[in-house]
Every structure is written in C-alpha cells, then in structure tokens.
C-alpha cells in the first residue's frame, strides 16, 4: 500500500512539472497564476516573531509577514493560505512546489537571488534584527517563487502599490512601532 501511494504522488508530481513546463509555452501574454486556482499558497517559517507566528492564545498566524501576505493575496484577488515550514526547507519546497511563494523574512543574498526569482526588497529588518531574533547580513527582504515563475513579477507590481500607500509602513508599525518599509525608488 506505502509503495503505491508513493507511486501516485511521484505520478502526480511529474504529472505537475510537466504540466508547469507546457504552460510556459503560450504567448506570453497570460498572467501569471497561481498552481491551485484561486489561492495563493505562501510558505512560511512561523517560528519568527512579530513577523510570521502562532500566539499561544490563537490558531491563527499573526505577525508583519502574515499581513503583507494578506495583503497581496487581496490584490491578486485571491484567498491566502499558509503553508508553516522550517527555515531551512523554505526555498527548497519551492522546487518541490509545495507553494507558490516564500514570504518570510528571507534576504536577498546572492545565493537566494541565483536561484529563485524573487521581487524587489519591501522591507528591510536591520533596525529590528533582534527583535524576531534573525541574525543575518542580508536585511533586506523579498518575495521568492520558484526560478522562471512570472508570478514574481505580478507580486512585486502589488508590492510596489502596498508600498506607494503606505500600507506595508502602517503594518511595520503595528508590530515594530516603526516603520521598515523601503520607499519605492
């Protein structure tokens, strides 16, 4: 019985690379969309504090990177859901497509950027390091998708809207009491 099931889930996720590549082969001119129809999926590392978690008191995630998901989820005209993750299987689940993008603090480092695609940096935890104690060189955070994936761009077009209305800075100041939003250039 174990070894069918995994024959159905190797089936279905070939069955999902293949149909992910033939959809890169239209015009161009489609926009990009999430794999289920309707939801954007986001993984997410909800161990961080003040920026994606569970409180003890809630089911529900809470935090900055929770809202600017929201957010963009609202833009897209989508519903949102949360796939929690580890820190270390974040990026590497976007291979296996478990979700559509990372939202969670992640840096734009060189490595990440050769990888994934990935938007411009909205936000940039410098001043609140240790605060969500995350201690990296890399302050400045994007939105990840999986390498090739045009939705990264569709994400940073809300990323720049979230950012010229001042949202992502009043949402910075919910759970930092200032503002870490990088203004759009």
Request: aromatic share 6%.
């Amino acid at each position: 019985m174990r070894k069918s099931a995994k024959k159905v889930i190797s089936i279905l996720c070939c069955m999902t690379v293949l149909l992910t590549g033939l959809s890169g082969c239209s015009l161009g001119k489609e926009k990009a969309r999430p794999i289920e129809s309707g939801t954007l999926k986001v993984g997410m590392n909800l161990q961080i504090d003040k920026m994606c978690y569970v409180p003890s008191q809630s089911s529900m995630p809470e935090g900055f990177e929770v809202e600017v998901a929201q957010k963009i989820a609202e833009k897209l005209e989508l519903k949102l859901e949360i796939v929690d993750t580890s820190e270390e299987n974040l990026l590497k689940s976007l291979d296996a497509e478990l979700y559509d993008c990372v939202i969670s603090a992640v840096g734009l480092a060189d490595w990440n950027k050769s990888h994934y695609s990935y938007t411009d940096a909205y936000a940039d935890i410098a001043e609140v390091k240790d605060v969500i104690g995350k201690n990296t060189e890399d302050t400045k955070i994007a939105v990840f998708t999986k390498k090739g994936n045009p939705m990264a761009k569709e994400i940073n077009k809300k990323l720049v809207e979230l950012r010229k209305d001042g949202s992502i800075g009043e949402i910075s100041k919910k759970y930092f009491e200032k503002d870490i939003s990088i203004p759009v250039q």
